[in-house]
């Protein structure tokens, strides 16, 4: 068995492969290879059992009856030419920044399907973050490849990935991007790293200057949201460009929204899978049904992306993550680690 630590994972993580792998995980989804069966919950430090407390079906419950959750999330790929499976372990600990460890960490096995034997085990934490902001990526690809300005929310690894996904997808620098966020200095960190010849890169204070984030949306191609928040970052009454394309990923449950409802109404909503409808942004809707018109799972708008916004004002693009996305991600990584020598084998006979 391979063991892969973070640096590995790091190393061996191609970003472009990300986008071609990511696209094609959720167009599994899609078409009937990819199979993401029902996960496990477990909470912390809440027992269930005694405090009569419901396994959340989907993430709906956790914010609101337990402090954390440790989730077991299986998922398998059942291609014409090639069958892969794996789990990952991620869990949510509010306390561990504090302790210098990660919010969410992460580990991903992949298991061998002809023999069912573990055949790696890797740090799941980067890929979790790069295969998160594939998706929005791909929706830029898709939607506003022509974007020339793009509005940040959040400045952590998200917001930093997103900018280099999304790069990629297009094949050349973002001319001007705005980083909103409540911590002006972590916003300025994230500025350093990223500013090019090629790219303006602005900061902006989302508590102390709501005008100039009124200005910065009103002038934004894509507006990418990459927080935690539990209430809209923006006005409802605030306009946005028309055929502007709006991203999220920071919500995962009801009590959670970083989009305001307006705009959502106003949008063709694109989902990376039906479970993102019970997420704060989306719960209003209703759960998703394929007659709807302007609500299409992202699988098929990437397939064929002609239809979506023609008939609204905005695009939006939501994402809650799927285990097809990490397996098929972390076997490439496993795949792309063998080749260049690294990571550590061990003998578990």
């Known amino acids: 068995?391979?063991?892969?630590?973070?640096?590995?994972?790091?190393?061996?993580?191609?970003?472009?492969?990300?986008?071609?792998?990511?696209?094609?995980?959720?167009?599994?989804?899609?078409?009937?290879?990819?199979?993401?069966?029902?996960?496990?919950?477990?909470?912390?430090?809440?027992?269930?059992?005694?405090?009569?407390?419901?396994?959340?079906?989907?993430?709906?419950?956790e914010k609101k009856d337990a402090s954390d959750w440790t989730l077991i999330k299986p998922a398998a790929y059942y291609g014409a030419d090639s069958i892969s499976m794996g789990?990952?372990?991620?869990?949510?600990?509010?306390?561990?920044?504090?302790?210098?460890?990660?919010?969410v960490?992460?580990?991903?096995?992949?298991?061998?399907?002809?023999?069912?034997?573990v055949q790696a085990t890797m740090n799941g934490t980067y890929v979790t973050v790069a295969r998160t902001s594939a998706g929005p990526a791909l929706a830029v690809q898709t939607f506003?490849?022509?974007?020339?300005?793009?509005?940040?929310?959040?400045?952590?690894?998200q917001a930093e990935c997103h900018i280099k996904?999304?790069?990629?997808?297009?094949?050349?620098?973002?001319?001007?991007?705005?980083?909103?966020?409540?911590?002006?200095?972590?916003?300025?960190?994230?500025?350093?790293?990223?500013?090019?010849?090629?790219?303006?890169?602005d900061v902006i204070s989302l508590v102390e200057d709501k005008s100039a984030v009124a200005t910065a949306l009103a002038q934004a191609d894509v507006v990418a949201a990459t927080t935690n928040s539990i209430t809209p970052l923006w006005s409802d009454e605030w306009e946005l460009k028309d055929g502007c394309l709006i991203t999220g990923i920071g919500s995962y449950t009801p009590e959670m929204q970083e989009i305001p409802e307006n705009v959502v109404n106003q949008s063709h909503?694109?989902?990376?899978?039906?479970?993102?409808?019970?997420?704060?942004?989306?719960?209003?809707?209703?759960?998703?049904?394929?007659?709807?018109?302007?609500?299409?799972?992202?699988?098929?708008?990437?397939?064929?992306?002609?239809?979506?916004?023609?008939?609204?004002?905005?695009i939006f693009y939501k994402a809650v993550g799927s285990a097809i996305q990490d397996v098929l991600t972390a076997e490439a990584?496993?795949?792309?680690?063998?080749?260049?020598?690294?990571?550590?084998?061990?003998?578990?006979?």
């Open 165 to 201: 996904l999304i790069e990629l997808a297009i094949g050349r620098p973002i001319p001007k991007i705005s980083i909103v966020n409540r911590t002006v200095d972590r916003a300025n960190a994230l500025r350093e790293r990223m500013q090019t010849e090629e790219t303006k890169i």
């Open 333 to 349: 990584v496993f795949k792309r680690a063998q080749e260049q020598g690294i990571g550590q084998e061990v003998d578990m006979s």
């Open 269 to 314: 909503v694109v989902i990376d899978t039906p479970e993102a409808m019970e997420v704060g942004d989306l719960k209003h809707l209703g759960k998703y049904e394929e007659e709807k018109s302007t609500l299409t799972l992202a699988g098929n708008a990437f397939l064929d992306p002609g239809p979506i916004g023609k008939t609204t004002k905005y």
């Open 105 to 117: 960490p992460a580990t991903i096995l992949l298991v061998d399907p002809s023999t069912g034997i």
């Open 144 to 157: 506003r490849p022509d974007i020339q300005h793009l509005v940040i929310f959040g400045a952590g690894a």
């Open 87 to 103: 789990l990952k372990v991620v869990s949510v600990r509010a306390e561990n920044p504090s302790h210098q460890l990660p919010l």
């Open 1 to 61: 068995m391979f063991l892969l630590g973070d640096r590995h994972v790091r190393q061996a993580l191609n970003l472009q492969d990300c986008l071609d792998i990511n696209r094609k995980a959720l167009i599994s989804l899609c078409q009937g290879d990819g199979f993401v069966p029902s996960r496990l919950a477990l909470s912390y430090p809440n027992n269930p059992q005694t405090t009569q407390q419901q396994q959340p079906k989907e993430e709906k419950n």
